[in-house]
């Protein structure tokens, strides 16, 4: 479903876009591993649960033995021409590293950046009012935050949580022979892409994107899981890589089973694939095994913004898309 898009239309004052406007993930990780410290194999107290070294969702940090603290923050330009929209949209995606590590947001923050002499400053009233209404339907307290004067505008949240210690989704605890399952269809890159060209707004993809993942990331707790991640700039092959080879397995991926929005199929077709997700397979390309497609591994890397979770495990009412197997070498990732 599509409708006309506002008369100010934000995503024309920002060179990319929601998640896709990310660093490239093989850049991101050559400076990130020159970095001292934020290793938890490397801290002396043993309270860093969660750090740098298996490219986590957010930091983990022991309390006592029933709390620990998730810490993580997001932001980006507009993924939509709606301010509001963007606003939940924004807040979504930033809430959802702390449902990826099996915590649940307790205080969150904005970050605000707005050029002020290009675009009326009631408009970003309207995208804070959207994160504070995600922040409340959340259960969140949005106390503040930090605004500066930018060239583009730009919006998210540094968010704080709580989780059980000893009951943390990561990124390397995923063990071969269990399915993998995704909570939320992919397909939104190239259909924000597409509306960011076109002005045409897809319904069906702000409603993706403004979906909390707290619902899948307490049924991941209840069935005793251990492994997950949420998948957004990186795509799915992405963050799927990131995961088997943190964990040391191989995911195999049945392609004819992931779930796409409507629409993305379309807009692949007619060329509106952003930069990021071709950076994204580019990336995984040398770790990927495949038997489909390019147009099919380039859905399947589409860099998505407030995407779903990617769980190991399976979780009633969502689609299992694949497995993990004991790990191949120089595989991480198998497409079928």
Known sequence: MTTTAPA????QFA???GCACKVPPGELERVLGDLPGGRADQDATGDLLVGLEAGDDAAAVRIDGERAVIATTDFFTPVVDDAYDFGRIAATNALSDVYAMGGEP????NLLAWPRDRIPFEV??????GGADVCRAA????????SIDDPEPKYGLAVTGLAHPDRLLRNDAASPGVPLTLTKPIGLGVLNNRHKATGEVFE??????TTLNRDASRAALAAGLTAATDVTGFGLLGHLHKMARASGVTAVVDASAVPYVDGAREALRDGFVPGGSRRNLDWVRPFLEAGVDEDELVLLADAQTSGGLLVAGELPGHPVIGELVPARDGVTVQVR
């Open 8 to 11: 100010l239309r934000l995503t």
């Open 15 to 17: 060179s990319g876009g």
């Open 106 to 109: 307790l205080v969150a923050l």
């Open 124 to 129: 970003a009233a309207e995208v804070l009012r």
């Open 139 to 146: 259960g969140a307290h949005l106390a503040g935050g930090h």
């Open 204 to 209: 069906q993809a702000v409603a993706v994107m």
